[in-house]
């Protein structure tokens, strides 16, 4: 079945694009371009995430690119929606999720280019294959006819350029990119604004990420060319700068798989949550970190994993529950616990001691 043929069946609806608490570049873009396909199909579409936007980059893109987007909270009525999309997320990773399904909104299309998920919401169209960003298969999409990219109309400039960005950050700059990731760049090459671009890539890190990276360095443990850094408390403002650290301790000499992790504190609805998030990276062909983290930290209660990934990369993040809060002294000894329970939970993984 063609995306095509299911946004024509729901031609004049309103939908939810559903994109991860902490989205990223090539999410974002995906979610925008989503929304001017479905356009051409009097579908208004409107992108929800329930965490933080923190990486300076993505701070720039959503503010230079004039990115429309909504941020979740327990007051907003899921109920005026026809349906539902998830874009380079299959629910794990979305506080949406749990909300939609108690308000009987239906998924019409799952879209993603991670591994597949076993408690993945089942939807009308199923698009999930090896790709080095979502970017590409929407890419794939808009030169299949679906949306025709005009150079003098602002909003196409805007998603080519958003486009771009998402494959680039997800490719590692291309170097993890594949046949078809290069022939949607080729394609978005007519279309993207360059000058916004080099603005949105060239922001500095902020002090607070600097901070979090020192940290990392400070308590990273090194075996057998496994880096592991638990970096303690932070701030869901800052939480992006959990995958930032582990590209940086990625890069030190011997090193080919690094994990970063920590108890990301957040307040939703005044309501004070804490989730313990953590980011891998890898160069070594035998772990798949999709395969790692699953069997590293197994599943919740409901069944579904704590985690997953693609090549090169995987994330993780774990419900504090009960034990959120504290004082200070209660909050440094559950610290201790939690990064001792995480290291041996990976070195077990990896088959060493610890």
């Known amino acids: 079945m063609k995306l095509k043929d299911v946004l024509e069946r729901h031609r004049g609806e309103r939908?939810?694009?559903?994109?991860?608490?902490?989205?990223?570049?090539?999410?974002?873009?995906?979610?925008?371009?989503?929304?001017?396909i479905c356009a051409q199909f009097d579908i208004a579409v409107d992108i929800v995430y329930a965490g933080k936007i923190s990486h300076a980059q993505n701070i720039a893109l959503v503010k230079l690119l004039?990115?429309?987007?909504?941020?979740?909270?327990e007051s907003l009525d899921l109920s005026v929606y026809n349906g539902s999309v998830f874009i380079d997320c299959q629910g794990a990773n979305s506080a949406l999720t749990a909300g939609l399904v108690a308000a009987g909104i239906c998924p019409i299309a799952l879209l993603d280019h991670h591994e597949r998920q076993e408690h993945a919401p089942e939807a009308e169209f199923v698009d999930i294959r090896?790709?080095?960003?979502?970017?590409?298969?929407?890419?794939?999409?808009?030169?299949?006819?679906?949306?025709?990219?005009?150079?003098n109309r602002r909003e196409h400039v805007i998603a080519a350029t958003a486009l771009m960005h998402g494959i680039m950050t997800d490719t590692n700059q291309f170097i993890q990119a594949s046949e078809e990731d290069f022939q949607a760049a080729t394609f978005l090459a007519r279309f993207y604004d360059a000058g916004i671009l080099l603005?949105?890539?060239?922001?500095?890190?902020?002090?607070?990420?600097?901070?979090?990276?020192?940290?990392?360095?400070?308590?990273?443990?090194?075996?057998?060319?496994?880096?592991?850094?638990?970096?303690?408390?932070v701030r869901a403002e800052d939480r992006d700068a959990i995958p930032q650290a582990a590209d940086f301790l990625f890069t030190e000499e011997n090193v080919h798989t690094a994990i970063v992790y920590g108890i990301v504190v957040s307040d939703r609805e005044g309501q004070h949550c804490e989730n313990l998030a953590g980011s891998l990276r890898t160069t070594k062909l035998t772990i798949d970190p999709d395969a790692f983290i699953k069997e590293a930290f197994g599943r919740s209660d409901t069944g579904q994993f704590f985690g997953g990934g693609k090549a090169e990369a995987g994330g993780f993040e774990i419900p504090i529950?009960?034990?959120?809060?504290?004082?200070d002294e209660y909050q440094n000894l559950k610290w201790q616990v939690y990064d001792m329970q995480i290291k041996q939970r990976l070195f077990a993984k990896i088959g060493i001691g610890t």
Do not use: W
């Open 15 to 36: 939908h939810v694009a559903v994109i991860q608490d902490y989205p990223d570049p090539d999410a974002l873009s995906s979610a925008y371009a989503h929304r001017l």
């Open 66 to 73: 004039g990115l429309p987007l909504v941020t979740f909270s």
């Open 130 to 151: 090896r790709a080095g960003a979502i970017a590409t298969i929407y890419t794939e999409y808009i030169q299949a006819g679906l949306l025709e990219l005009d150079r």
């Open 199 to 233: 603005g949105i890539m060239t922001q500095a890190r902020s002090k607070q990420v600097m901070d979090i990276i020192q940290r990392a360095l400070q308590n990273r443990v090194l075996r057998e060319s496994f880096s592991l850094a638990g970096i303690g408390y």
């Open 321 to 327: 529950g009960f034990l959120t809060g504290g004082s």
